[in-house]
């Protein structure tokens, strides 16, 4: 028997779950992550293995407490002994349970003939890398020196084998999947053919192997002819039998909806329904649904005349989605022209006896990510007296009682969903109105529980307020690219005070892909940004005419920041602009016949926003001399936004 150490990671999870058309579909592939992650510790401690990190629950070698799929990272790293390898049994382990959770779906007819496709398809999807190394006998987790050279040594083999790509040559002709346009459709709402071929099929020739469809058949023939290999009528027919297959039926599935394994896997999973996944327009409603569901009879019979629109056709539409004007003619497309006029009648006269018609049509998706985790992890930033993997036991212990404690937040109070929330980062749908209070929570909650002990450990964070009807995918792709560019914009420390990355992006999506952005520091001096942002700001928005000030500033000083290569260029560029935006805030608040009294403390108030302002405009600027306008232009431009949806 020898010792032996395993470093075992499934990856990408964001190229997983980007492909994602519905809130479910989204849910279901970070959950689906989650269990093939857990399924791979399991496996690991019926052999009598010991997982080292990530520290989740207390369990021991022999019974596993508790696991939360909510908050486990996409790695592990293990200790076993045994008389070979393991790493290979718990990949095949974990891609069996992979493809067996899609094919024991009951619900899907004719499913047991695509396993082929679908195995391959699957298979090609998943991503699986490990690293494993044999122990000396007086290796001791205790002894820093050793574990440091073993851990780093996993760290830098793993990123070895990442570079080396496999390739997986998969010849698939026909129709194309209606989510990730990659693999080919297999599943339809419909009992009919698809005409192109949707397995690969391989028939075995003298000189070669092949994979034909229709439209390839004649040039086959010729082709194989032309070889002088002989091809009879029954050859023809049994290609034609290969090519020509029935799709899947799955009723879960829209009329113009065709998927392929993969996002089948993700439509059909459970995990979802266990959790009372709905809709984004869900997400986007749920506030107002709050305040109008009891005072508002209005609003309870314009729900339950939709509820029955879409009950009697039992057609799949979101009832919530449905609410809005502009997809009436969607949900009452099944109808005769006659038919459909007259609910659209019934439909305008219920909606006009809301008593609240300005329905909500955006959400907020929250990510926050943990700075520079892996440096603190491998022991960088390490200054404790005890052993290293005592810390990082310590350090991962702290992460998951933080993501735990955010996992309260929804259990409590059930506004919005938490995608994933583990590792080093987490992911939620929230309504707008509720995006100062939840920040605040996680902000709370980090310093709580791991800046407690590890003071200089940091987060940033982005708040993207997005239209329900733009692209759950590229909405999720965006999102990640823009917490990645505001870590590199504050990647430098600016000045020994500085803490580098700590930062924040604030985005406006709309449905049409326009997206305006905001980035600052987490911090201006000792008070937090966003605090300074709502507190001051979001309220001095209140008055009507108070947004003037930033609209003339912005005419008069948008384009002079180019070519600032000089200090004191910034600093008489900062000075003019500080002058003129005190004169124009005080001048958008002000009113005929005010009192001396009333007048110093409209000077007391300006003077303290223009303040914290230009200390923004100075520290979220791109490097060092720069002064970003287009940056804090955006800030007012956003707020603005904001202000109306909230």
Known sequence: MSKRIILFSIGSVQDFIINSKKLKDLFNS?????????????????????????????????????????????????????????????????????????????????????????????????????????LNEDFSL?????????????????????????????????MKCSICGVRNAIATNKDEIIKKPNIQRIYRYELN????????????????????????????RRIKQKVELDCLNYEGLKENEMLCGVCLLKRVSKFSDKK???????????????????????????????????????????????????????LLKIFEEEKKEKLKIQLEEKFNNLYDKNLPKYYCLYRMDIDNL??????????FEEELYDYQKSLSEKIDNFFNKISEYFNEYSKGNLIYSGGDDLLALIPVDTIYNF????????????????????????IFIVHYKAPLGEVIRISK???????????????????????TVISIMTEGYDNQNVYFKNTIGREKTFEVLY?????????????????????????????????????????????????????SIMVKNFTDDQSKEIDKKVESINSKLINFLKINGRKKNAVDLENYFNLFHIIRKLKLDM
């Open 30 to 134: 970070s959950k689906i992550f989650s269990s093939l992650i857990e399924e791979g510790i399991e496996f690991l401690l019926d052999k009598k293995g010991k997982i080292l990190l990530p520290k989740i629950k207390e369990y021991d070698n022999k019974t596993q407490e508790s696991i939360n799929s909510n908050n486990l990272p996409n790695y592990f790293i293990a200790k076993y002994e045994s008389e070979g390898s393991l790493a290979k049994d718990i990949e095949k382990h974990i891609r069996d349970f992979y493809i067996d959770k899609l094919m024991r779906e009951k619900s899907i007819r004719g499913i047991n003939e695509f396993r082929e496709q679908i195995c391959i398809q699957l298979n090609s999807s998943l991503n699986i890398y490990w690293v494993e190394k044999e």
């Open 142 to 174: 205790n002894n820093s020196k050793q574990y440091k050279a073993v851990y780093e040594g996993l760290y830098k083999y793993l990123e070895a084998v990442k570079n080396v790509r496999k390739f997986n040559n998969i010849s698939e002709e026909g």
């Open 209 to 236: 192997e092949k994979s034909f469809s229709e439209k390839s058949l004649c040039k086959l023939v010729n082709e194989l002819r032309n070889k002088r290999i002989k091809v009879c009528c029954e050859d023809i």
């Open 276 to 330: 009372g996944i709905k809709s984004i327009a869900y997400i986007c409603l749920s506030s107002y649904i709050k305040k109008n569901l009891e005072k508002d009879i209005g609003y309870y019979n314009y729900y339950n005349f939709i509820d029955k629109i879409i009950q009697e056709n039992k057609n799949h539409f979101d009832i919530y989605e449905s609410m809005y004007k502009e997809n009436w003619d969607d």
């Open 374 to 383: 892996g440096k603190w992890m491998s022991g960088k930033y390490y200054k």
């Open 439 to 462: 920040q605040n929570y996680v902000y709370k909650c980090f310093k709580e529980k791991i800046n407690d002990k590890y003071k200089d450990i940091t987060y940033s964070q982005g």
């Open 481 to 503: 690219e823009e917490i990645e560019n505001t870590k590199n914009r504050f990647k430098e420390k600016i000045n020994d005070l500085d803490i580098e990355k700590a930062s």
């Open 535 to 587: 507190v001051d700001l979001f309220k001095y928005f209140d008055k009507d005419n108070s947004s003037y000030f930033y609209e003339e500033l912005e005419k008069e000083f948008l384009n002079l920041d180019y070519n600032i290569d000089k200090s004191y260029k910034r600093d008489l560029l900062l000075n003019i602009f500080e002058i003129e935006q005190k004169r124009l805030m005080k001048r």
